[in-house]
């Protein structure tokens, strides 16, 4: 792989990291922000330094070596097929995140939330289609099990949770002022949970990078390697992205401190069973988006607006496929660009 090809790979990566943050911030500060548990400004640092944190974190108890991102990203047919042409791989890393990137762009334009990890994997099947070679089934059969339960799970426990929740009001021992503490403690969770899980994807790609380049990978350059990107998604996740913001916060429903505890804390849990319990990614935008209505169900179907709901399914089913299409149209264009 060319210098220039590998730089271009490391500078995409972080420009990912950085839009994955953008676009996700919603997931830990939506609510806090919408029932006024906390100040915007205030919600999306802690956010930030949350998501850093949970970055580092994440990107240390991991045993990073190139086995372990090719398994992670479902790309082992991709990169068997293309061993012996690492511009070809290179390329289509650049494309997979380049596919990534745009739909992410785009879902953030229309406020709605979507999986930055289900775009990618939905680019790889576009990308392996390009290269000859065939999709790792198995990764994606997972996620795709995982993309169907998850949300069923969080909307169900986020109902269990709200109607607990609403009981305990009921007496005087919990206050508004406790649900908001509690609100906030969720929302810390999720976004740590946030950096931990999404911070992998960048950093799988660079590394498969590194090794199709020959260079040497040790623990210093992991870290070096860690710590830009970890920043990145922080970066932003200071930014937030207000649009859907505003779509899990207003549009679904007009949440209360309540539903916000019910619902942050159903996507905290959902996430902690997925990433630790199945050692796969969950998406953070799925587990909140259907939490919230699972908690607006509770207060009463009336309260969750399910046109907006009904919106923010189709997008998730568009994901996949329209990543596919992005990253297969890219990496022809490039290959044809370049002579690869």
């Given at each position: ?68 991102a090719v398994t992670m990203l479902g790309l082992g047919p991709v990169v068997s097929q293309l061993t012996d042409r690492p511009d070809a791989l290179g390329l289509a ?124 990978f040790s623990g210093e350059a992991s870290l070096a390697l860690m710590l830009p990107i970890a920043i990145a998604v922080a970066a932003g996740t200071l930014m937030g ?100």
């Amino acid at each position: 792989m060319t210098p220039l090809l590998f730089a271009l790979i490391v500078v995409m990566a972080l420009a990912m990291a950085y839009m994955n943050g953008f676009h996700d911030a919603s997931n830990a500060v939506s609510t806090t922000i919408t029932t006024r548990s906390l100040k915007e400004s205030t919600a999306l640092g802690m956010a930030a330094v949350l998501n850093l944190l949970g970055a580092m974190l994440g990107m240390a108890v991991i045993a990073v070596t190139t086995s372990w991102a090719v398994t992670m990203l479902g790309l082992g047919p991709v990169v068997s097929q293309l061993t012996d042409r690492p511009d070809a791989l290179g390329l289509a890393l650049l494309s997979l995140m380049l596919a990534t990137f745009l739909w992410d762009l785009s879902t953030w334009w229309v406020g709605m939330p979507a999986s930055t990890w289900h775009a990618f994997f939905g680019a790889t099947l576009g990308v392996s289609l390009v290269v000859g070679s065939t999709a790792a089934w198995e990764r994606l059969g997972l996620l795709l099990a995982i993309s169907v339960v998850g949300p069923i799970l969080s909307a169900s426990f986020a109902f269990v949770l709200m109607v607990l929740i609403r009981r305990l009001t009921r007496t005087e021992r919990v206050r508004p002022g406790h649900l908001r503490f509690a609100q906030t403690l969720s929302a810390g969770a999720v976004a740590t949970g946030h950096g931990l899980n999404d911070s992998l994807l960048p950093l799988a790609v660079v590394v498969i990078a590194v090794g199709a380049s020959g260079l040497p990978f040790s623990g210093e350059a992991s870290l070096a390697l860690m710590l830009p990107i970890a920043i990145a998604v922080a970066a932003g996740t200071l930014m937030g992205g207000h649009r859907i913001i505003r779509t899990i916060g207003r549009r679904l429903t007009d949440l209360t401190a309540t539903q916000g505890l019910a619902a942050e804390t159903s996507a905290a849990v959902t996430m902690s069973l997925a990433l630790f319990g199945l050692e796969t990614p969950v998406s953070t935008s799925q587990a909140l988006a259907s939490s919230v209505v699972g908690a607006g169900v509770a207060r009463g179907p009336r309260t969750v607006r399910w046109k907006v709901a009904r919106d923010v399914l189709l997008t998730w089913l568009a994901t996949p496929i329209s990543s596919a299409v992005l990253g297969a149209a890219i990496l022809g264009v490039l290959l044809e660009a370049v002579g690869a």
